[in-house]
């Protein structure tokens, strides 16, 4: 059998244990929402950064090359010349940094590593192009170094739309992943608000039922101490009743053992 003691631990423990699992799953949820939200940061919104830096850097490129027409021979050399040396490394740079970017975060989910290679497939692309915007680029250097007046310039119009056209779709794609992955982050905070609401209401509930086991074992104290008074004051006609087989059940048979002895 168990104590009266030991029964009392017991329920303070079963108590302790209710809270000591809701605390659990409550760090829990808050570790995982704020993984999501790492995600995101580190993922998608990086990404729109690197992607808005790339198109700055696309259309700075562009509008120097748009500028050429109405720029004497020595400012469109010398425009060309620093096109040459600067756009190319930057442009290059940018595409770097979003497969970078993508591909530390394709190994999270099938999610991430699908958009991973959707954002390797539209740089290859802008890449490509790029690199024929640098070849046009430099054939257009030579015709001014040779004095002869620029052509190749329109070349450049249909590749800057297909640049255009490409990063407008990377951009497109890359924002409906941070979208899709913010309205699956507001889901997650709903969710783990009501299991917490659920979880806490429950831990009450589970804590009043064991208060009142506590509270149902401890409730033979009065009547015992009633009795005890009753005897000292030398009334030997009252009763007591315990049931059970505890600490206090023996005490009250060992009360009444007392009076009748008297």
Same mark, same amino acid.
């Given at each position: 059998r168990l104590s009266l003691a030991t +029964? !009392?631990?017991?329920?303070?423990?079963? %108590?302790? @244990? &209710?809270? &000591?699992?809701? =605390?659990? &799953?409550? &760090?829990?949820?808050?570790?995982?929402? *704020? $993984?999501? @939200? /790492?995600?995101? +940061? $580190?993922? +998608? !919104? *990086?990404?729109?950064?690197? *992607?808005?830096?790339?198109? =700055?850097? %696309?259309?700075? /490129?562009?509008? #120097?090359?748009?500028?050429?027409?109405d720029s004497d021979p020595r400012t469109q050399a010398v425009l060309l010349s620093i096109g040459i040396k600067y756009f190319p490394r930057r442009i290059q740079d940018g595409l770097d940094a979003l497969r970078k970017v993508a591909s530390a975060q394709a190994s999270d989910s099938s999610e991430a590593a699908e958009l991973a290679r959707q954002v390797e497939y539209y740089a290859d692309r802008l890449q490509r192009i790029h690199e024929q915007v640098t070849q046009v680029t430099y054939e257009s250097l030579e015709q001014v170094r040779a004095g002869v007046p620029l052509t190749n310039l329109q070349r !450049?119009?249909?590749? $800057?739309?297909?640049? $255009?056209?490409?990063?407008?779709?990377? #951009?497109? @794609?890359?924002?409906? =992943?941070?979208?899709?992955a913010v309205r699956r982050a507001e889901e997650d905070e709903r969710r783990a608000v009501w299991s917490m609401v659920v979880m806490t209401s429950l831990a009450l509930v589970v804590g009043i039922l064991l208060t009142l086991i506590a509270a149902r074992a401890l409730s033979p104290v009065g009547p015992l101490v009633r009795y005890a008074r009753a005897i000292s004051r030398g009334d030997y006609e009252q009763e007591v009743k315990v049931r059970g087989d505890d600490e206090l059940a023996s005490l009250a048979e060992e009360l009444e053992l007392m009076a009748r002895s008297r």
């Open positions: +029964k !009392i631990f017991l329920v303070f423990t079963a %108590q302790l @244990l &209710v809270f &000591v699992i809701l =605390a659990v &799953v409550g &760090v829990r949820q808050i570790r995982a929402g *704020a $993984e999501e @939200l /790492r995600r995101i +940061k $580190e993922g +998608k !919104i *990086a990404l729109a950064r690197r *992607a808005a830096r790339l198109e =700055a850097q %696309q259309s700075n /490129r562009f509008r #120097d090359l748009s500028s050429l027409t !450049i119009e249909p590749l $800057e739309s297909a640049a $255009e056209t490409e990063l407008y779709q990377l #951009d497109g @794609l890359i924002g409906a =992943a941070r979208d899709q």
